[in-house]
């Protein structure tokens, strides 16, 4: 006969055996139900720390954090074009619940072709509505969203203050990626542009370091005064390059985004990426908690930021005219 104690007992090791078998299923489940983002990266997680720290941030602005209720898949093309499409289809086979894209129109595009279900958040440089990512601005539709600092529009007002800090530059240089899909727009727009302030313009193409080398050299021969060069990811990834040219040049060149004067580059002029990959994560954790992306209007740029480095423009032998230092949102000294 067994009593009553053995009954509890027996009673009690079957529930805790039970509850004990069960926690590392419901650890498990628990783990696979989190949603995943899949992030499509242009350029390196080298070069985009800090924004990622931005995008992060703007993500916990919707009570999303990256280990507790969402995961990230990461791939990085390293400012190689050829790689993206490789890298958005490997992120969707994966059956991601968003991807995410950066760095460039190349990433956004890649997402697109690969994808018309998933939801997709861009940030990009470029016109999304010209190049056939969103039918408008205001309303994308579809499963597409994003932000973008239309970087390609800034040509004339870029030139236009290369000229007031060089004024001795009759020719000025463009450097531009043959395998961006904005080339051609940049192009035409630098050339309107040029128009516009008066200048002469030597436009070359790179997509390889030695090409980066070898344009440098036709546009000392071709007697180029100053450089712009086009937003690119492949050049933000082989900035040091530039940087080193452009000093054993002596050309004094503008970029397009803060940082790089920042880090060495002599004048920049446009938006603010920081406040682009906050935007970024912003509307990432919108999606996971179920906005539609054709409902969210593309995010524009606010303000376009103009940074002059000091120390650079000594280095060249530049005086920066003070009417210009006086409209400087940063100087670096």
């Given amino acids: 006969m067994i009593d009553s104690a053995t009954v509890k007992r027996r009673d009690f090791i079957t529930l805790i055996g039970g509850a004990a078998a069960t926690w590392p299923l419901a650890a498990r489940a628990q783990q696979r139900a989190l949603p995943v983002i899949g992030f499509l990266g242009t350029r390196t997680p080298e070069f985009d720390a800090g924004l990622l720290a931005q995008f992060r941030r703007g993500m916990r602005e919707e009570e999303i954090v990256e ?6 898949e990461f791939r990085w093309a390293g400012g190689q074009f050829d790689r993206l499409p490789g890298l958005a289809a490997d992120l969707v086979s994966q059956r991601v619940n968003l991807l995410v894209t950066t760095g460039s129109l190349a990433a956004a595009l890649a997402a697109k072709a690969s994808t018309d279900s998933i939801p997709t958040v861009f940030a990009i440089g470029d016109d999304p509505v010209e190049y056939g990512l969103v039918p408008s601005l ?3 539709g579809g499963n597409i969203t994003g932000v973008t600092n239309f970087y390609g529009s800034l040509a004339a007002k870029q030139l236009g203050l290369l000229r007031e800090l ?5 020719i000025i240089g463009i450097l531009v990626n043959p395998n961006e899909p904005a080339f051609a727009t940049q192009m035409r727009d630098a050339e309107t542009a040029a128009r516009q302030v008066g200048h002469r313009l030597v436009i070359l193409k790179a997509s390889t370091e030695p090409e980066i080398d ?17 937003a690119n990811p492949f050049f933000t990834t082989r900035v040091q390059l530039l940087f080193e040219l452009t000093a054993r040049y002596r050309l004094p060149a503008m970029y397009w985004r803060a940082e790089l004067a920042r ?3 002599l004048v920049s002029y446009g938006a603010n990426p920081a406040d682009q990959f906050r935007w970024l994560g912003v509307y990432t954790g919108r999606v996971l908690k179920g906005s539609k992306p054709g409902d969210l209007p593309i ?9 002059i480095n000091l120390k650079t423009a000594k280095a060249l032998g530049i005086d920066v005219p003070p009417t210009l230092l006086a409209r400087t949102d940063e100087v670096i000294e």
Avoid: C, S
């Avoid at 280990?67 to 990230?72: D, E, L, R």
């Avoid at 060089?166 to 009759?170: D, E, G, I, N, S």
């Fill in 67 to 72: 280990g507790t209720n969402a995961k990230i």
């Fill in 138 to 140: 205001n309303r994308p």
């Fill in 166 to 170: 060089v004024p001795t530059a009759a």
């Fill in 214 to 230: 070898t344009a440098f050299r036709e546009f000392v021969e071709q007697g180029v005064g100053a450089i712009l060069f086009g």
């Fill in 263 to 265: 880090a060495g580059g």
């Fill in 299 to 307: 995010v524009q740029p606010t303000k376009i930021e103009l940074v």
